[in-house]
């Protein structure tokens, strides 16, 4: 999991505020840095209830081009495949903190898969913003898509920091899009990974507040 944090560092510098931050630069070391970019991400709510722990956000998209959010994540049965799960995210955990993570997540250098799991993408218009929430079970356990490690729990009431990340695709003119899916009241396509895995930007949302949650 310690491979897995450091891949998703990599290179990666972002302007938090509080339950609301702008992407500015990207997660690849080697990708280019678009000065015109002001996507937020704002968490409107945290809760936990019998279903989990529940966080609804939004995000904005003010740049003058349309985006793509990387927030698909795939739904998998007993046969496989078997659609998107709108309020699924991915888990991550280390020590005490959480990271609950809505992008794709690169393959280990050292893993090898017959096929990456890569979100599906919705686009986000200029000007426009799209209200989402993610439920993950409680107590918190590590859930991703290429396993290090036995499993890791945390209890909601020992965790000290936690925080939203969802990704997205700033420059969208050269994404080979494929298919298109509805889930719920949006559309998705799907995308190739090398593609995604180069242009994804990660949206911070900085340490979430606890408090009356536990």
Not at 12 to 29: D, K, Q, S, W, Y
Not at 56 to 74: A, F, I, K, Q, T
Not at 183 to 192: K, L, P, Q, V
Request: hydrophobic share 40%; aromatic share 4%; proline share 8%.
């Amino acid at each position: 999991m310690r491979a897995l944090l450091q891949a998703g560092a990599l290179g990666m510098a972002l302007a938090i505020i509080v339950g609301c931050t702008r992407a500015e630069r990207p997660v690849n070391a080697g990708g280019s840095v678009a000065q015109a970019d002001v996507v937020e991400l704002k968490v409107e709510s945290v809760s936990s209830g019998p279903e989990g722990l529940a966080v609804s956000y939004v995000v904005h998209n003010g740049s003058p081009r349309e985006v793509l959010l990387v927030d698909g994540l795939p739904e998998w049965g007993p046969t496989g495949f078997v659609g998107l799960a709108p309020e699924r995210a991915y888990v991550e955990l280390s020590g005490d903190g959480a990271v609950l993570l809505r992008a794709l997540v690169p393959v280990p250098e050292d893993f090898e898969v017959e096929m990456p799991e890569v979100p599906n993408v919705s686009p986000l218009a200029p000007g426009a913003t799209v209200s989402s929430r993610l439920v993950v079970p409680l107590p918190l356990r590590t859930s991703l898509p290429y396993s290090q490690g036995p499993e890791t729990t945390l209890e909601l009431s020992a965790v000290r920091e936690l925080r939203l990340r969802v990704g997205y695709l700033p420059d969208t003119s050269e994404v080979r899009l494929h298919g298109t899916t509805e889930s719920g009241g949006r559309t998705f396509r799907s995308a190739e990974y090398g593609q995604v895995v180069t242009r994804q930007r990660l949206l911070d949302s900085g340490p979430l507040s606890l408090d009356g949650v536990k």
